[in-house]
Nanobody, 122 residues
Framework: QGQLLQSGGGLAQAGGSLRLSCAAS???????VAWFRQAPGKEREFVAA????????YIADSVKGRFIISRSNAKDTVLLQMDSLRPEDTAIYYC????????????????WGQGTQVTVSS
């Protein structure tokens, strides 16, 4: 069983930036990694996905042009760079991984990180 370890996040002002990291505990992990988020009282929504190598990126329209998913220099680690943050980006962010699936359907991801709080103040 693989595990995903998240780091980063925290508090930012509107217009600011934060970065999240997702590292796989097994190397090589293979497959694809995604970011989801869940705001209070809302369903979890897809944010971005890519392969662990950083290719084949897929960004949700709600964050396109502001968030970038990319590969870190660290082995089997993916970053979510969040710029031009808005109060509506406030949520718990989760990374998730699938060995075979790449896309927005959360039920297709088997491995999940512990979640990281991102809070954007206005």
């Amino acid at each position: 069983q693989g595990q995903l370890l998240q780091s980063g996040g925290g508090l930012a002002q509107a217009g600011g930036s934060l970065r999240l990291s997702c590292a796989a505990s097994l190397h090589p992990f293979g497959g694809y990694v995604a970011w989801f988020r869940q705001a209070p009282g809302k369903e979890r929504e897809f944010v971005a996905a890519s392969s662990w190598s950083g290719g084949d990126t897929y960004i949700a329209d709600s964050v396109k042009g502001r968030f970038i998913i990319s590969r870190s220099n660290a082995k089997d680690t993916v970053l979510l760079q969040m710029d031009s943050l808005r109060p509506e980006d406030t949520a718990i962010y989760y990374c998730a991984a699938s060995r075979t699936y790449y896309g927005p359907q959360e039920e297709r991801y088997f491995y999940w990180g512990q979640g990281t709080q991102v809070t954007v103040s206005s």
